[in-house]
Nanobody, 124 residues
C-alpha cells in the first residue's frame, strides 16, 4: 500500500521561504514520477512541479519557475518542494502525488496516489 505524507507547510510572510517534504512508503520513488499540486479555496487543483528519478528530469509550472524547486532524496524516499520568494497567491493546500506512468505530466488525472495535503499560507 502506497502512503504519501506531506509536511512543512505553515504561515509565512510574503518574500519568505518554506520547504515541503513528501515522505513515501510502499513504492520506491526513484522509479516513478512524483508531482506537486496545489489547490486554493474555490479553485481547481493546479500543477506546481514534478520530478522523475529516471533521468533526473524536473518540470515546473510557469507560475513558480525560478522561485520553486522540486528535488528528491532517494535514500530517504522523499520528495521536496523548496519554495522561495513566496507570494500571497501561493496560498493553497499543497499535495504530493505519484504518477501512473513514467512520463512527466501536469495533469492531475495522470496521478494515482495522493497525500493528505499541507496548508501553505502567505501573508502580505
Amino acid at each position: 500500500q502506497v502512503q504519501l505524507v506531506e509536511s512543512g507547510g505553515g504561515l509565512v510572510q510574503a518574500g519568505g521561504s518554506l520547504r515541503l517534504s513528501c515522505a513515501a512508503s510502499g513504492r520506491t520513488i526513484s522509479l516513478y514520477v512524483m508531482g506537486w499540486f496545489r489547490q486554493a479555496p474555490g479553485k481547481e487543483r493546479e500543477f506546481v512541479a514534478c520530478t522523475r528519478g529516471i533521468g533526473g528530469i524536473t518540470y515546473h509550472a510557469d507560475s513558480v519557475k525560478g522561485r520553486f524547486t522540486v528535488s528528491s532524496d532517494n535514500a530517504k524516499n522523499t520528495v521536496y518542494l523548496q519554495m522561495n520568494s513566496l507570494k500571497p497567491e501561493d496560498t493553497a493546500v499543497y499535495y504530493c502525488a505519484l504518477a501512473k506512468g513514467l512520463s512527466t505530466s501536469d495533469n492531475a488525472n495522470d496521478y494515482e496516489e495522493w497525500g493528505q495535503g499541507t496548508q501553505v499560507t502567505v501573508s502580505s
